[in-house]
């Protein structure tokens, strides 16, 4: 895997996210790439080292996950008192805001925390060469649920990244198809059935699964 030397951003094409799912769970959940199964990304969350918290990050639930990469402070709201405070974190904390994932085109508390698991896994390096400035100010990454207007080149292209690798850990490639040829799924038709049984099993929304059939080549 390459990384941009400047910022430290990997390299990854599209055509990769597939293969980069796998190398995760080939370290994380072999037996993932072995049986169909429903990802333990919370297991996988702490096999990491990260400390997920779902609680509310904005007043308007637009950002539904960030990851914190170094000590210091992040603004977040505070529900109960109706304001915006500065809160001290630790590095490889997780936020997950339930109510702005309701709001995500997958709807899936999973594909967020596999998202973050991304955004640790492959994007580390970018945040730490970044810790010198303004040290007191965590550095982190906030997820949007619709892509904010004046974000960086560097960010969205991370952005995508875990975008498009996340639901490839929750439904990797060759189980995937596996699980999917036991239904008869024909483009046209609703096969309500089949991705409702694929959601089940693989313990994601429905709306990834149509997304993930799509992807390849199913539907
Ligand atoms: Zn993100």
Redesign the pocket.
């Known amino acids: 895997m390459n990384y941009n030397l400047n910022s430290l951003i990997p390299f990854i094409l599209p055509s990769e996210y597939d293969k980069v799912a796998e190398q995760f769970l080939e370290e994380y959940c072999p037996d993932a790439l072995k049986y169909p199964m429903a990802i333990p990304i919370e297991k996988i969350a702490a096999d990491l080292g990260l400390n997920v918290q779902y609680v509310c990050i904005t007043e308007e639930a637009d950002i539904y996950?960030a990851t914190i990469f170094t000590d210091g402070m992040m603004e977040i709201y505070n529900p109960e008192y109706g304001c915006y405070e500065n809160k001290m974190f630790k590095r490889k904390t997780v936020l997950i805001d339930p109510e702005a994932v309701k709001k995500t085109n997958v709807g899936c508390k999973h594909n967020t925390l596999a998202?973050e698991c991304v955004?640790w896994y492959k994007h580390r390096f970018y945040y730490r060469m970044q810790k010198f400035t303004m040290p007191r100010i965590a550095k982190f990454?906030k997820?949007s649920v619709n892509q904010l207007p004046d974000v960086t080149d560097d960010i969205s292209i991370m952005?995508s990244q875990?975008n498009g690798i996340a639901p490839r850990i929750l439904m990797p490639r060759i189980t995937f198809i596996e699980a999917a040829s036991q239904y008869d799924i024909v483009y046209g038709r609703d096969n309500w059935q089949a991705i409702a049984g694929l959601a089940a099993l693989f313990d994601v929304s429905k709306s990834s699964v149509m997304i993930r059939l799509e992807e390849c080549n199913l539907l």
């Open positions: 996950g998202h955004h990454c997820c952005e875990a």
